[in-house]
């Protein structure tokens, strides 16, 4: 880091339902701490930490938008990997107190062109190939950023963020029926979804829990099961007012990782095939 002017520090362990507890404090924590030591030792002039939106925790009744002043919420076992990225938010403002430039970034789930290990991409698998002839769906919602705009927000917080600031880089508050129908409009796919009530997602939940106790490898844990039920949205003012952020329309996300997963042969070792499926919206220009 010597000689250096901004260090973005993005390295994280992000599939968390499949890694230990340990293991994440590890990376997301200690790893953090080694960053911003050696940060604070090389003069560098600013530090971008790339939290996550999950360490503003869960929203509370009656509460419509989670914003940068809360903090996470819930029992660390509960959700480890929100836990660890407030751990080391508290970190990096112990490093300011000493004398760091540093501000911080959360942003929501990243949907977008070199999603390798399908995160957010999922949802173009399903509505491609889906592997249940309905989508069960609960009656919650969730926030998505274009990665291209998360990366803006991150230069941006680089050129203009405030030193100890924290800034939600979000965009599209959309509970889960829209967001299907969304990529189903998108790709000119017809998944068909039910809702299913909030309580059938508790023993859901459960099984889930028993199943990876007994070593069976899920796509998703207890937690992120039960927590698919709220409305987790983002007010991203802050982020737009003093950063620039600016938000694309969602359904060009989905059709841009679409023609990214294509083009780069990440469709077909899923076994889809490559071919646009009929009544796609055209390319926007």
Not at 111 to 132: M, T, Y
Not at 150 to 177: F, K
Request: aromatic fraction near 8%; charged fraction near 20%; hydrophobic fraction near 40%.
């Amino acid at each position: 880091m010597q000689g250096i002017d901004w260090v973005f520090h993005v390295a994280a362990v992000a599939d968390y339902w499949r890694t230990p507890a340990a293991t994440i404090h590890q990376v997301n924590v200690d790893g953090a701490r080694n960053v911003f030591e050696a940060a604070l030792t090389a003069g560098v002039k600013k530090v971008i930490y790339t939290s996550s939106s999950a360490a503003v925790g869960m929203p509370r009744p009656g509460q419509p938008l989670l914003g940068e002043t809360d903090r996470f919420n819930l029992k660390p076992a509960e959700f480890y990997y929100g836990y660890s990225k407030q751990l080391a938010e508290d970190l990096l403002m112990q490093y300011v107190a000493s004398g760091l430039n540093a501000v911080s970034v959360l942003p929501s789930a990243v949907i977008g062109p070199r999603d390798l290990k399908f995160n957010v991409g999922e949802l173009i698998v399903q509505a491609l190939k889906p592997s249940l002839p309905v989508l069960p769906l609960p009656r919650g919602g969730l926030n998505y950023i274009d990665v291209r705009d998360c990366v803006a927000g991150h230069i941006a917080a680089a050129e203009n963020g405030e030193n100890g600031g924290r800034y939600l880089l979000t965009g599209h508050n959309l509970t889960h029926r829209q967001t299907m129908d969304e990529v189903n409009q998108a790709l000119g796919t017809s998944v068909p979804i039910v809702e299913l009530p909030g309580w059938m997602f508790v023993p859901a939940a459960e099984a889930v829990d028993i199943l990876q106790k007994l070593g069976v490898s899920l796509p998703v844990d207890k937690g992120r099961v039960l927590h698919s039920r709220e409305f987790i949205y983002y007010d991203n003012s802050k982020a737009v007012r003093e950063l620039g952020l600016t938000i694309r329309p969602f359904a060009d996300s989905v059709r841009d990782a679409y023609e990214w997963y294509s083009e780069n042969d990440y469709l077909s070792r899923r076994g889809i095939s490559v071919q646009r499926p009929a009544g796609t919206l055209s390319q926007p220009d």
